[in-house]
């Protein structure tokens, strides 16, 4: 029988301080009413401390101990994160070794953005089906906090910082990843970027310059309703099933009206999408592993549910993967 990555546990770590959408009507020209509205955010989570690092190995740590196996057993880590604190090592390599996972396990960073986690989702499962790897560590985290400039209105009241954690045990049987797909369109990069701090070599002079998050936010939300739609039913299919056997969908957490759109696109009810945007925004590539951790703990994924996630950001990258629990 073939080899199946089964999500064999869950963790997450957001940081203590909440900032609230009264709070940054204190910073910014926006307003409770303007943010709720456009986006479904209450209030998001901004790190004191918490780095990269810092909530990585503590989300991977909780999914460990969901799991019940000891960070020796993972012979892989794969990161997503375009937000990490050194430009190397890798997040992965710090975590390896923060969390005392073995020498000579493999541990590598993907760069993709809001799709992070699903693209290290991806390859983490490929290595295992592959049986290049046994128990394998993937985590989606990011910091947005530290790129967002706090002046701009338009981004800064959209994002927030938060990880998420699973572990994936090579197995066989019906449990497990199903099909996962990646993709990119690299024409469209100017949507959504962060030109950060390393001057770079064939971009213009003022994009150079310029630090922070730039967003084309309507552009953006067209595309991300209709390729996230496209892409859930493209997997669906390929894995011989139909939109009527998802058990619940969890869904990149950008917008609520981005979430809703897909929702009545593929005409699930409202009990079959997983929603916690309220609380802490658009988490980039913590966005999904957050939001599953949480509907596990809430006891909304039951053994056996076809469970869907489904995400998109800058690159412009997206993705979706078909789990049965
Ligand atoms: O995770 C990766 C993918 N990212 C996304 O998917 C984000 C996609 N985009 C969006 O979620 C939405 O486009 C936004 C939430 C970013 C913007 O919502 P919108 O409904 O598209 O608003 P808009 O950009 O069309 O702006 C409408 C108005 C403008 O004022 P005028 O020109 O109509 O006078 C903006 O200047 O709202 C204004 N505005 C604000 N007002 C209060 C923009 N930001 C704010 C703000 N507070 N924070």
Redesign the pocket.
């Known amino acids: 029988m073939a080899l199946r990555s089964r999500i064999s546990g869950t963790g997450s770590c957001v940081p203590r301080k909440v900032v609230t959408n009264q709070d940054l009507e204190r910073i910014?020209?926006?307003?409770d009413s303007?943010?709720s509205s456009?986006?479904g955010i209450k209030e998001r989570r901004v790190s004191v401390g918490e780095t990269t690092v810092v909530m990585a190995v503590k989300a991977a740590r909780n999914a460990l101990k969901s799991a019940d196996i000891s960070a020796k057993e993972i012979d892989l880590v794969v990161v997503g994160t375009v937000t990490p604190e050194m430009i190397f090592p890798s997040t992965a390599c710090l975590v390896q070794s923060q969390l005392g996972i073995k020498s000579g396990a493999a541990a590598f960073d993907v760069s993709a953005?809001?799709s992070g986690f699903l693209y290290a989702l991806d390859a983490a499962d490929k290595y295992i089906k592959a049986g290049a790897a046994k128990k394998a560590l993937v985590i989606g985290v990011d910091q947005f906090s530290r790129i967002i400039d706090w002046k701009d209105?338009?981004t800064c009241?959209?994002f927030g910082d938060g990880a998420g954690a699973v572990v994936l045990s090579a197995g066989e049987g019906e449990r497990g990843v199903l099909s996962s797909v990646i993709h990119s369109d690299g024409r469209h990069w100017e949507m959504?970027y962060a030109p950060g701090s390393i001057q770079p070599s064939h971009f213009e002079e003022k994009a150079a310059n310029d630090y922070y998050v730039k967003?084309n936010?309507?552009e953006?939300?067209k595309l991300?309703v209709r390729t996230m739609g496209k892409a859930i039913t493209d997997i669906i299919e390929d894995a011989g099933l139909a939109t009527e056997d998802i058990a619940l969908l969890i869904p990149?957490q950008?917008?609520i009206?981005?979430i809703n759109a897909t929702k009545e696109r593929l005409k699930l009810p409202d009990d079959r999408v997983f929603t916690n945007i309220e609380k802490y925004g658009?988490t980039?590539a913590g966005s999904i592993p957050l939001a599953l951790d949480e509907a596990v703990r809430a006891g909304r994924v039951k053994d056996g549910d076809i469970v869907v996630f489904v995400s998109?950001?800058?690159g412009l990258t997206w993705g979706a993967t078909v789990v049965r629990w």
């Open positions: 910014v020209d926006t307003s303007w943010i456009r986006t953005a809001c209105r338009s009241v959209l959504l967003m936010g309507n953006t939300f991300a990149h950008a917008n009206r981005i658009n980039s998109f950001g800058g």
